[in-house]
């Protein structure tokens, strides 16, 4: 989606939780819980399913931008702005960086 309107999202992953979801903020990052291991790029990838998911977009649409071996990520949401996420989640999403939403 080259050229098309998109936010970066500061993320703390957990893995190995009972279930993925969100779990609030924390430090200028969204916490989010995934239940998968972080074991050869599956935490990354349900991470990336999941929230694509809650804003109805595919999983390729988002990325691991920075920190793919760290539980302290940049996920590149591509296809939506970041008034679109707060809608959709209801909470404020951290700004990290410049993106076109």
Request: charged share 25%; net charge positive.
């Amino acid at each position: 989606m080259a050229g098309g309107e998109f936010f970066l999202l500061r993320v703390k992953a957990v893995p190995n939780a009972k279930k993925t979801q969100f779990a609030g903020t924390l430090g200028g990052a969204v916490k989010i819980k995934v239940q998968a291991p972080p074991e050869g790029g599956r935490a990354n990838a349900e991470l990336a399913a999941f929230v694509a998911g809650t804003l109805a977009l595919p999983s390729r649409n988002v990325r691991v931008a920075a920190g793919e071996t760290s539980r302290n990520k940049i996920l590149r949401v591509e296809g939506c702005a970041r008034e679109r996420a707060e809608a959709a989640w209801g909470f404020p999403v951290p700004d990290a960086g410049r993106g076109n939403g």
